[in-house]
């Protein structure tokens, strides 16, 4: 008993560290909050990154040296552009880039940072695309297969930082109404990305053994890395995800809960999720094994989510989603939402239209996220970035098999 109640309360305290590491992080990169006044007031809200990817000038980017070649694809937006980082080079520049937030922790990488609000140049908050490429870095070493070919650049926020209206959020809120046309491509790419099973990370298998148990009128809840910055700012924390579970068990008395971990958790034990020490039991089925998402969610008519992906996937399959944090995809008509902190928050109070599964797919995919093409090496259109993941997720089963 009392060795139980040690290990509790070291894994608390092991969480409370983890959280206060990643709101350490995300103080650190406050530089970026003169952009929001500077420039928020475009009447076009990607005014400013279709400028930055159209340049012909130098672009500092603000990325650790030794992981650069993760971002070899990144270049291929700017064709007529010189991407030069900013750690490795004091030489002046035209605009800047920060590569995600979790790099502003890194003494270089705040050394930079610094430099950079202080000089009052545009500034550019860069991060993957919702296709990251066919696997994790924690799953293979081999560019080919983890180097990003969708991207999202803002100059306002991290579309998953809802305590910013980002410009994702902003064409969202905005009067704009999509054509015929528009609907009829967003149409046509959610059925493909549905059919072919395409998601961020595409190297998991179709099946695993878990889902052969899969009860009909079970519910999913989704698990999340820890420390994850979508967390951080989507209004949630560790509790988030005690309460989540908590409601899945008691709004659905009659089902089995089935909760899925994340796939770097199952990649790297170095990285853990907030269900990783749940157990097992009558009323619990744990999902441990890497299984691809969109044919995991067809299991399912409800999905418990607090900031993942997954639930817009949800969504695009038609299912029912509940979202316990404050993602993208949250606050516009399409989800039943929970965040215990809205009431305290403006996210809510922003987030104003009603929006289709349409609309957001096709202001989050095609309108704010930008792609490239990493065998022409140029930009290119999503139809082509879904071809490319295609044919390299077959290479890399085959090349796997052997």
């Not at 995809?329 to 239209?353: E, M």
């Amino acid at each position: 008993m009392v060795k139980r109640k040690i290990n509790t309360l070291v894994r608390a305290l092991t969480e409370y560290v983890d959280e206060l590491l990643s709101i350490s992080s995300i103080r650190s990169i406050q530089y970026f909050n003169f952009v929001d006044g500077q420039q928020s007031a475009v009447q076009d809200p990607m005014e400013n990154v279709s400028k930055l990817i159209s340049t012909q000038g130098v672009i500092g980017l603000v990325f650790p040296a030794k992981d650069q070649a993760a971002v070899q694809n990144l270049a291929y937006l700017f064709p007529g552009a010189t991407i030069q980082n900013v750690l490795d080079s004091s030489d002046d520049v035209d605009s800047h880039m920060v590569w995600g937030h979790k790099f502003s922790g890194t003494a270089s990488a705040s050394r930079a940072i610094r430099s950079v609000a202080q000089t009052r140049q545009p500034l550019f908050l860069v991060e993957d695309g919702f296709f990251k490429n066919v696997c994790t870095a924690a799953v293979a070493t081999d560019m080919d297969y983890r180097a990003g070919v969708s991207f999202t650049i803002d100059d306002s926020a991290f579309y998953f930082d809802a305590t910013k209206p980002s410009r994702l959020e902003q064409m969202l809120n905005s009067e704009k109404e999509l054509s015929d046309q528009e609907i009829d491509r967003a149409r046509a790419l959610v059925q493909r990305i549905v059919e072919q099973q395409l998601s961020k990370y595409n190297h998991q298998p179709d099946s695993c053994s878990g889902i052969e148990e899969i009860e009909r009128g079970a519910v999913l809840v989704v698990d999340q890395t820890k420390g994850d910055f979508s967390i951080v700012r989507g209004h949630a924390n560790s509790n988030t995800f005690a309460v989540m579970l908590e409601a899945a068990l008691k709004e659905n008395p009659n089902s089995k809960i089935v909760v899925k971990t994340h796939p770097d958790t199952l990649a790297s034990s170095k990285i853990g999720g907030y269900y990783s020490n749940l157990k097992r039991d009558e009323r619990v089925q744990i999902i441990n094994q890497e299984v691809n998402p969109i044919s995991l969610l067809r299991k399912f008519d409800k999905v418990y989510v607090c900031t993942s992906q997954m639930g817009f996937e949800a969504l695009m399959l038609g299912i029912e989603v509940v979202t316990f944090g404050m993602p993208f995809y949250a606050g516009w008509g399409c989800t039943d939402d929970r965040c215990a902190t809205l009431r305290s928050s403006q996210t809510n109070a922003r987030r104003k239209r009603s929006r289709s599964i349409l609309e957001l797919f096709h202001f989050a995919y095609i309108d704010y996220s930008h792609y490239v093409d990493p065998v022409k090496q140029c930009p290119c259109d999503i139809e082509d970035v879904l071809d490319f993941l295609v044919k390299k997720r077959a290479e890399y089963r085959q090349v796997s098999a052997q």
